[in-house]
């Protein structure tokens, strides 16, 4: 059954990049969203895309792995745009390196961005959702779930977001709550593009490289990510839950 009521979204990382694809798209979808990333400033320009097309949106600066400006970031999207039952975990960094030269400062930025930032912001939330006896929780993981060379902390990190989402959605079923994870491959964002640079190719050339092993034979937009997210958090998707969606142009483990 399908209703008309305004959900009110969270998308965390949603400056720039699948965060700003799925917060337009989520708008678009006629939810209410709250663009939230370090720097509020940053998020003016997805804010202005999103009311430019007859959307609404707010702007809400915070860092995701820190607890108060976690809690102050929710209470803030309370009080401006009401109680959220959308959350979806975006926000993210890498900082790879091989093993043997990873330090133990990016181990703990990439574990505390991605996790603890999770964490935090989906307990923060939680209680709105379960308190409507409906809730859609969407976590950011990545083909390097799988494993993926110079990315020890990342891997990690994604593959923990699979058995956080998996335990989620066994907590919060009862409460109409769904948890499910996408998984993307090559998505071309600016996070792609430092992969590039520290690669020491072009992007053009990084993007050739990529797109040969891609069966669809092209890469990955902002846009097919929001596409996911577009499917998880409808009305209708309430008996999909606990599941990882690898959206990366052809099949992976
Ligand atoms: P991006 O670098 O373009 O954007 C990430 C956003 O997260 C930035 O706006 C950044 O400011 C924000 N952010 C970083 N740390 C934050 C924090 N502590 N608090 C709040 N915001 C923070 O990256 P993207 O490519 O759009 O990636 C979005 C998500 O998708 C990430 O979780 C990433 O790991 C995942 N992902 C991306 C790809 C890809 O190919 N681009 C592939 C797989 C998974």
């Known amino acids: 059954m399908t209703t008309t009521t305004t959900r009110i979204a969270i998308v965390t990382g949603a400056a720039r990049g699948i965060?700003?694809?799925?917060?337009?798209?989520?708008a678009a979808d006629g939810v209410a969203v709250a663009v939230l990333?370090?720097?509020?400033?940053?998020?003016?320009a997805a804010v202005a895309e999103i009311?430019?097309?007859?959307?609404?949106?707010?702007?809400?600066?915070?860092?995701?792995?820190?607890?108060?400006?976690?809690?102050?970031?929710?209470e803030k999207v309370v009080a401006e745009l009401g109680e959220p039952t959308i959350l979806v975990n975006n926000a993210g960094v890498i900082r790879d390196n091989l093993l043997f030269k990873m330090s133990t400062a990016d181990w703990d930025t990439v574990m505390s961005v991605h996790l603890r930032g999770a964490f935090?912001?989906?307990?923060?939330?939680?209680?709105?959702?379960?308190?409507?006896?409906?809730?859609?929780?969407?976590?950011?993981?990545?083909?390097?779930?799988?494993?993926n060379r110079g990315q020890a902390n990342?891997?990690?990190?994604?593959?923990g977001i699979q058995g956080f989402t998996k335990t989620l959605?066994?907590?919060?079923?009862?409460?109409?709550?769904?948890?499910?994870?996408?998984?993307?491959g090559?998505?071309?964002?600016?996070?792609?593009?430092?992969?590039?640079?520290?690669?020491?190719?072009?992007?053009?050339d990084f993007k050739a490289y990529a797109v040969r092993e891609i069966p669809v034979g092209r890469g990955g937009r902002p846009a097919d990510i929001a596409h996911a997210v577009s499917f998880f958090t409808s009305e209708d998707a309430g008996y999909v839950s606990g599941q990882v969606l690898y959206v990366a142009g052809g099949p992976k483990a």
């Open 154 to 159: 990342y891997a990690a990190a994604k593959a």
């Open 120 to 147: 935090l912001m989906t307990r923060a939330v939680q209680r709105y959702m379960t308190e409507a006896g409906w809730g859609r929780i969407v976590n950011l993981s990545s083909t390097s779930a799988l494993g």
């Open 186 to 204: 090559f998505i071309e964002t600016e996070m792609i593009m430092a992969t590039a640079e520290r690669m020491g190719m072009t992007f053009e």
């Open 51 to 74: 009311e430019d097309a007859g959307g609404r949106a707010i702007a809400v600066g915070a860092d995701v792995a820190d607890e108060e400006a976690v809690k102050a970031s929710v």
């Open 37 to 44: 990333d370090l720097d509020e400033a940053a998020c003016q």
């Open 169 to 184: 959605a066994i907590e919060l079923g009862k409460y109409g709550v769904t948890a499910n994870a996408i998984a993307p």
């Open 19 to 26: 965060g700003a694809g799925v917060s337009k798209r989520l």
